[in-house]
Every structure is written in structure tokens, then in C-alpha cells.
């Protein structure tokens, strides 16, 4: 049975490229607007390489951007998904954390809604938005004070560099990165855990159940 913990140490990720059919086309579908901004169409002089290049950069970036940036019921579904997560992961139920992260895919279905883009967009933006401890709410320090718990995790290798890209306020903008590096379901995986040992460690210094500070921060 999958279970987000481990028995021993996670292997590096190795990064298979899926072509799903369409995937090209929907995708320019998406930019081809995003680079209409930037003054590129189909009618644009082919020659200007680096001009194309950099506003296709651009585009991309906004592209990315918005995908990992949930909003409207999206973004209410992932926070619920992830409100289940934490609370498993604090309640040692890592079996039910891995079903609820393997339930998820790149497109919403009538089953599930919430895609891995959302959940971790989400995680990453809420890590983000506690570092900088904008409310009197967040406890001092608390990223800098959060590790990974005990053991080892499916999603660890990503969730290390989250935390530490989280803590410069650079998770969310950071995230074609960790994608790169270790793999979409990998960072999916590293952001739940990475928000859900944050919320551990808000839960201890507060002296709040972790599944109640799930409830009220994550949202």
C-alpha cells in the first residue's frame, strides 16, 4: 500500500517526460495570448530570434504563474484537500495522506477537482505568506524554526528545498525550478509536507492541535 512515509532514504527523482496527446497544442492555446501581450504573433518576423525567446520566457513565466495560483473554488477545493492531508500527516495517518495526493493529476475530473498544480501552488503560496508573518496570528520565526519530521518521506528531497526556498520568500515564484529538479508528483508531494511540518511546528508553539491550525490557516 503507497505510504507517504518511508522505509529508507528517497531515491533522486528521475524525471520522465510525459506527452500527453494535445498537450502541445493546449498549451499553446494558453500562451498564444500571453505572448499577443508582449507584441508576438504568428505574424511576427521569424528572424528575431532572441526577441521571440525572451517573450516566450515571459510568457511561460505568467503561464506558470497562473497555473500554480488557484483561485474561486479551485483554490477553496485544494485548501480542503490540504486541511486533510496536514491533519493525517499530524495524526501519523500517512497511508490516507498518500491516497488523497495519489488521487490527484494534472486536470480536474468530476472525481476530483483539485489538480497537482493547485495543491501545490497552494502550499507553496501559504509557506510563502507565513515566512513574511504579515498577521500577529503566525507565530515568530516559524519557518526558520520548522524541519521535516523524524524519518523518511516520500516528497523529503523537494520539501527540504521548499522550506529553504520558502524562508526567502521565494517558494511559489521558484516553482518551474523544483519541477525541474525533482519531478511534478515529487514537489506536490514536498509542498504538502513541507506546510504540513510547519503546521506542527505552529501547533507546538501555540499548544493549538495541528489539525485546528489546518483549520484556520489553510484556506
Do not use: C
Not at 129 to 136: D, E, H, L, R, V
Not at 181 to 193: I, K, N
Amino acid at each position: 500500500m503507497t505510504d507517504l512515509r518511508l522505509d529508507a532514504p528517497e531515491s533522486p527523482a528521475l524525471i520522465a517526460i510525459q506527452q500527453r496527446t494535445g498537450m502541445a497544442d493546449e498549451m499553446w492555446r494558453e500562451i498564444a495570448p500571453l505572448l499577443a501581450d508582449e507584441g508576438i504573433t504568428e505574424d511576427t518576423d521569424p528572424t528575431d530570434l532572441p526577441t521571440l525567446q525572451a517573450a516566450l520566457d515571459r510568457a511561460v513565466a505568467r503561464y506558470n504563474t497562473a497555473l500554480f495560483t488557484p483561485t474561486g473554488r479551485a483554490r477553496s477545493d485544494a485548501a480542503a484537500l490540504l486541511r486533510q492531508v496536514v491533519a493525517s500527516i499530524a495524526a501519523d495517518e500517512t497511508e490516507h495522506a498518500a491516497r488523497l495526493l495519489d488521487s490527484l493529476g494534472p486536470d480536474s475530473t468530476a472525481e476530483q477537482p483539485v489538480t497537482t498544480s493547485h495543491a501545490a501552488g497552494l502550499a507553496l503560496s501559504l509557506l510563502g505568506a507565513w515566512s513574511a508573518n504579515t498577521t500577529s496570528d503566525i507565530p515568530a520565526g516559524l519557518l526558520q524554526g520548522t524541519a521535516l519530521p523524524a524519518g523518511h518521506w516520500r516528497g523529503e528531497r523537494a520539501a527540504r528545498d521548499i522550506l529553504a526556498l520558502a524562508r526567502k520568500g521565494r517558494a511559489h515564484r521558484s516553482v518551474q525550478k523544483l519541477i525541474v529538479q525533482h519531478g511534478g508528483h515529487h514537489v506536490t508531494d514536498g509542498a504538502a509536507l513541507a506546510l504540513a511540518a510547519t503546521v506542527q511546528t505552529w501547533a507546538q508553539r501555540t499548544g493549538t492541535p495541528a489539525a485546528d491550525v489546518a483549520e484556520a490557516a489553510i484556506g
